[in-house]
């Protein structure tokens, strides 16, 4: 059975870096196709989409940007990658990717970080 698992999680000080990888286990014929996403849910709050890449073909070379947060995605590896800088005590969560929309049955354990000094 298909599940996107998160890996590359920490505890890291403030002012760090982490690179998240989320790989699809399993067989899965259309990651290309997805658009693909992370999201992270913090102690006591709901679970956020924090950033997305579309699919299709040339998805691989499409490296988003959106303040602290990029976004990268291997389709030959079906992997999808969440680089975080300038880590803050705010961030700590568990992170998940997933498709955008979501789809129920493919939510992994994701990856728990933790930032605290």
């Known amino acids: 059975q298909v599940r996107f698992v998160a890996s590359g999680g920490g505890l890291v000080q403030p002012g760090g870096s982490l690179r998240l990888s989320c790989v699809a286990s399993?067989?899965?014929?259309?990651?290309?196709?997805?658009?693909m996403g992370w999201y992270r849910q913090a102690p006591g709050k709901q679970r956020e989409l924090i950033l997305e890449i579309p699919g299709g073909a040339g998805s691989s070379y499409v490296n988003l940007v959106q303040g602290r947060f990029s976004i990268s995605r291997d389709n030959a590896k079906n992997t999808v990658y969440l680089q975080i800088n300038s880590l803050e005590p705010e961030d700590t969560a568990v992170y998940y990717c997933?498709?955008?929309?979501?789809?129920?049955?493919?939510w992994g354990q994701g990856t728990q970080v933790t930032v605290s000094s």
């Open positions: 997933n498709g955008v929309p979501p789809v129920a049955s493919l």
């Open positions: 399993g067989s899965i014929s259309n990651f290309v196709d997805l658009n």
